[in-house]
């Protein structure tokens, strides 16, 4: 899946995702984020609060399913 694919589906993409592979876009999402706003490459807020709204959207699929500890 090209990299542009898995942006422009994310959110639709997950309720058809294995526990694991959303537990890898959690962590894919929860660095994303974390450049985003960090020193040194140029700080971009709104992709930091893009990636936060892909965060929670995955987060939010794991309690859906009941799985503690994404």
Known sequence: M??????????ADLA?????QLRE???FAAERAAGA???GM???????REWRQRL?????QLLRWGVQGA
Do not use: C, F, H, I
């Open 2 to 11: 090209s990299r542009w694919k898995l942006y422009d589906n994310w959110y």
């Open 16 to 20: 058809g995702l294995s526990v694991e």
């Open 25 to 27: 876009r959690r962590a």
């Open 56 to 60: 929670r959207a995955v987060d939010d």
């Open 42 to 48: 140029g700080r971009n807020p709104k992709a930091g």
């Open 37 to 39: 706003v960090a020193r």
